[in-house]
């Protein structure tokens, strides 16, 4: 018998930082910016939230202070935010601004971002002259992975439903929150003309660059609090270099599979995440070498459903109209 | 009527900039980006600017062995970039490069694995160089079809093709693993050296070397000299006129990427039977992507992409020296070529567009 | 001053510049509410130019606007709104996703929440005062092209324009929807709304209008009440009298038939017709000349010749010097080159299809060369020395042959379309608007160019909007209307407004189906 009790967590644990990131993307992509700097966002996201919360356990161990559940929380969140918004402003700033090329200036910023993550794990402990054999923010992560008290009384139910931290219900709200955004508000309806046809949206007075800026950088934060996720509540405040792996990719895979709609994400999401880790649960003998086909059936799957939605060529599924071209008023 | 609402600059495209000023611009960039790493370096480690450069340049050159391996590191580089630039030049986003290096290196490996001691050596070698190419081609292919077809977004496509055939060769890397167990497949033939590449010499690259030197020219003339790489250049700039002069769109298309994905694959093959004799997912390396960035920062040109490529790997291996000095990670090269990109990709702007104040151009009111 | 309380709109000495060129000169007139003005003119007149001043797209060089008495300052379509004018392009500006309540309501920032449900109450409250028929919630990209222009309407209404402008809103529909247009307008005009129409059909200047504005070259040429006067003299204001051009007409020698067209019908892919069972005859050693309003069908007629645009019906045979037929239609130009048809093709968009701008001389003259040979490399040296002799013969004024084209003038550019196209020595010309936007010296270099050519035998088709050209390089004259042949006249008897009448209706039968 096939045990969701214990399956449905860890599928949900691996699908958050997906969450996180293919919302972000979605954002940004409405805006008709394909940001394929979301994998070295997350990467950032997830470094800066370490290194707030690796330097606030150091100063704590230097004054001997306790800790502060506010403080843990919020330096670290506060860094991460602020780590993703730089890296939106930087692409926005290239992009939007002195219009560049998206695709480049995208894998510009997940080389830049992923060898940030890799080069502060790496070397922080260096950098900082500390004295920890590695980077293991395990009091940290216990405040973000807090969950709910009471809650392992609950049997199945607490376990299938509320036994993640705050920020997994963090992503499902966000997730929630954008799909209204951008179908029921006046905001959701001028960001949509914006993707689809900016000269539209710049004909009929709503400023282009204003809301590409916007979704952008509201996306990079959002995709940047996946890696944060992945790093203090997933792995418990382990670093591990490339320990994050090629998740971003899977983040953006993940936008065309639920062809840009961020509430389907919710569930996509843990299905993805279901994939990766299904080999656990399913019996393959000794055959280990199964495992790595199924994590290959997102990216599959995934191919999939971009061949399907160009060949029925419909017309709301398909991507944003002007997604990856820079807009130029010409002078008149 | 002083109502003037608009902002005090505005930004118009530059009809035509002499070619020596843009490459003055790009310079400037250049160095400005060099400028801002070594001032990164020196608030990491404390290094002083310009020492910075002089580590760079002995890890790179110190040693004949160290100028070997940044020769062999800029010819994979550049040859994943001579890959994808007919596919840039056509305008059709191949970020794909990962994946058709990685199935290149698989196929390669498999002939390896399966045949290598079965056939005799020449065989084995064409079927290798055989395979390796037809895996690249396929993998290009795939993606050019369903453009070609369906308009499919290739970027996209290309980029999902990637981790598909890193999850294939992390597939067959556990089927032929040896010892049992270890998730790792080892050295290839390493008793009988069957379908290595034979050194020239005592030396391991010059053979690569020679290979993609040889590639960069045919490339060179390909996409200059040839009816197919006018028929790209047509293809991307007007699909338009391509089909005012009765070429035919589609079959450009999926040609162009079966060729890009085969040099991808061949890079693949250098990659297996040159130098690494083993098979991993991570052989690309991610270079697959920095080849984009390469490729266009060289503006498609094969000669260009010859100093865009040194640059990077000169950048890297320099990097590299840098952090193993001062006992950093690694990652380090990356934050560098990030950031040198970043300048590079600001400084088009200022060729392409100019900035000129309001008041200039408004008199007619 | 003419104080009349139901003036909505007075333009008064308007001038507008587009370098050296004057689109608009001293044009005056008052648009009046309640009533259906016409502004008619021929392609190239300064019509548009003059209503976008209106709706803030261009700001005018000289003169001043009054809308409701006081002097207004239109300089971005927002301030064109506070006033209440709305325009209706051409080119409609909607979003294909979304659906026709969500594209009304874009950029509406001071309403508050979002509300689809009022706004799509609203809407429907617009249709049913006016006579729309619009459902709120369909998408764009299900929609017709009438229905579309019916969006951008209720776009302009409900942001409570009471002046409208369509510039040439019938181009793009059917006599049926038209005749709704039509209905709606008047209804517009019940509603005491100030309504100008764009277009140069007159049975529909007649048919709407209460007055008629015609503007020629850029000038005032006179306002004349629509029930007074009848489509001659209209006409007659419009074309002006016949311009001696002084342009050589060589007689057709040994003309024979070479290229045979018939029964030819056409439908652009949003199932609009194009060409409507058109038939006529192309013969060698003769300028075949196209007359017509822009959009008429041209365009079509050349792209399906060339092989470049697919038909529904009809046939299109070449006829060889021996000869021999061959038909045309259904294969792409490749196949035609390779069946031995000499056929060159000068296309109307010059830099989007005939030529690569990025590319220099040389290589632009590739594209016709760049297959000879059987090797794979290309042979630079032919296209080189066409290149070399093009700029010589045609005097292309470039700073070299390895320039790109794009960086040349206007007439240097169509200059080296031109003489590629005939360095192939074709046996039949095609050439759209060859002299479009070019100097007197340049278009008379291009007209030598295309006798020349004629003298070798060549038939050639002429698209031209010139009349006055027409008339003098044309050995015959095809008219098109609507699509549909209008009349195949002489050159050498044909009257300038015998050809005008021809080009606005279909000759005695009018609209009437």
Known sequence: MFNFVSFIPRAVGQGIPLLFGSTGETLTEKSGNLNLGIPGIMYVGAMSGVIGAFLYEQSLKASGAPMNTAAAIFIPLICSIVGSLLMGLLYCFLTVTLRANQNVTGLAMTTFGVGFGNFFGGSLIKLTGSDVPSVALSSTSARFSKMLPGVDKLGAFGKIFLSYGFLAYTAIVIAFVTAYILAHTRVGLHLRAVGENPATADSAGINVSKYKYLSTCIGSVIAGMGGLYYVMDFTSGVWSNDGFGDRGWLAIALVIFTIWRPNISVFASILFGGLYILYLYIPTGTNLAVKELYKMLPYVVTIVVLIVISMRDKKENQPPASLGLPYFREER | MNDKKGPLFHVARRPHMVWYKAWGIRAIALILALIACAVITTLLTGLNPLDVYATMIKGNLSTPRRVWVLLQELSILLCISLGLAPAFKMKFWNIGGEGQVLVGCLATGAVMILLGDKVPGPVLMILMIVVSLAAGALWGAIPAFFKAKYNTNETLFTLMMNYVGTQLMAYFIIVWEVPKGSGKVGIINQASEAGWFPMIGHNKYLLNILIVAAVTVFMYIYMNYTKHGYEIAVVGESQNTARYVGINVKKVIIRTMCLSGAICGLTGLLLVAGTNHTITTSLAGGRGFTAVMVAWMAKFSPIGMIFTSFLIAFLSKGATEISTMFGLNQSFADILTGIIIFFIIGSEFFINYQIRRRSDGEKEA | ???????????????????????????????????????????????????????????????????????????????????????????????????????????????????????????????????????????????????????????????????????????????????????????????????????????????????????????????????????????????????????????????????????????????????????????????????????????????????????????????????????????????????????????????????VGSMDLVDNMMLRSFRRGSSILTDRKFPHNVAEKVVDELEVSTPGLSTPVRRLSGGNVQKVLVGREIASAPSVLLAAYAVRGLDINSSYTIYDLINQQKERGVAVIYVGEDLDVLLELSDRILVLCEGKVSGILDGRTAEKNEVGLLMTSLGGEDADE
């Open chain 3, 1 to 355: 001053m003419d104080k009349d309380a139901n003036v909505a709109v007075s333009m008064q000495h308007i001038t507008k510049n587009f370098g050296p060129v004057a689109a608009n000169d001293d044009v005056s007139l008052d648009i009046r509410r309640g009533e259906i003005l016409s502004l008619l003119g021929e392609n190239g007149s300064g019509k548009t130019t003059l209503m976008n001043m209106l709706a803030g797209i261009y700001f005018p060089d000289g003169g001043q606007i009054l809308v409701n008495g006081k002097e207004a300052v239109i300089r971005s379509p927002r301030d064109a709104f506070d006033l209440g004018i709305g325009m209706i392009h051409q080119h409609y500006m909607l979003v294909d996703v979304m659906t026709a309540a969500e594209n009304i309501i874009l950029g509406l920032k001071n309403e508050g929440k979002l509300d689809m449900k009022a706004a799509a109450a609203r809407i429907t409250g617009i249709c049913s005062r006016y006579g729309f028929d619009l459902d709120p919630n369909q998408k764009i990209y299900d929609m017709s092209v009438s229905q579309k222009q019916t969006v951008e309407i209720v776009k302009v209404l409900y942001r409570n324009a009471d002046i409208l402008i369509l510039d040439e809103p019938t181009a793009v529909l059917t006599p049926q929807e038209t005749e709704k247009l039509f209905g709606v307008l008047r209804n517009m005009k019940k509603d005491n709304k100030a309504i100008v129409i764009i277009t140069h059909k007159l049975h529909e200047v007649e048919e709407i209008s209460d007055r008629v504005a015609i503007l020629r070259h850029g000038k005032f040429a006179g306002m004349l009440t629509t029930k007074d006067t009848n489509a001659q003299e209209m006409t007659n204001m419009m074309v002006g009298h016949a311009v001696q051009l002084n342009i050589r007409r060589p007689d057709p020698v040994n003309a024979r038939p070479r290229i045979k067209v018939e029964g030819l019908t056409v439908r652009s892919s949003d199932g609009l017709i194009k060409l409507d069972d058109v038939s006529f005859t192309a013969n060698s050693g003769e300028i075949l000349g196209v007359a017509g309003i822009s959009g008429s069908g041209q365009k079509e007629l050349l792209e399906a010749i060339a092989g470049l645009q697919p038909a529904e019906k009809g046939s299109i045979s070449y006829i060889n010097d021996s000869g021999e037929t061959e038909e045309l239609l259904g294969k792409d130009p490749l196949t035609i080159s390779n069946m031995g048809v000499a056929l060159s093709f000068v296309p109307e968009d010059r830099l989007g299809m005939g030529l």
